[in-house]
């Protein structure tokens, strides 16, 4: 079992960067993937960066290559998403989302343990 919990939303300008983390608990967290998705109002959650449990593979959503990275901290159990140059379609509530295993980790169906959601406004 892990119960997962995001931090770091808020509003920010264009251009600008925000840094979300989120805390895992459970004692396997270093053997699971990790994943973080948005869904903005009215559309469907989409994949925006994932993670193999052993960082060997990283995957992008095409809209957030080269502008955000996904990382892991083990010691501290905690996956981030730094998110630099900032766009209004960013915004979204974003969900971090963890896997023992998984096909492709892009796909929401694959992911077993979920955060509540951290809300990310970029202003134009």
């Known amino acids: 079992q892990v119960q997962l919990v995001e931090s770091g939303g808020g509003l920010v300008q264009t251009g600008g960067s925000l840094r979300l983390s989120c805390a895992a608990s459970?004692?396997?967290?270093?053997?699971?993937?990790l994943g973080w998705f948005r869904q903005a109002p009215g559309k469907e959650r989409e994949f925006v960066a994932a993670?193999?449990?052993?960082?060997?593979?990283?995957y992008y959503a095409h809209s957030v290559k080269g502008r955000f990275t996904i990382s892991k901290d083990n010691a501290k159990n905690t996956v981030y998403l730094q998110m630099n140059s900032l766009k209004p379609e960013d915004t979204a509530v974003y969900y971090c989302a963890a896997t023992y295993a998984g096909p492709t980790l892009r796909g929401a169906g694959e992911y077993d343990y979920w955060g509540q959601g951290t809300q990310v406004t970029v202003s134009s």
């Open positions: 993670r193999s449990w052993s960082g060997g593979n990283i």
């Open positions: 459970g004692r396997t967290f270093s053997r699971y993937a």
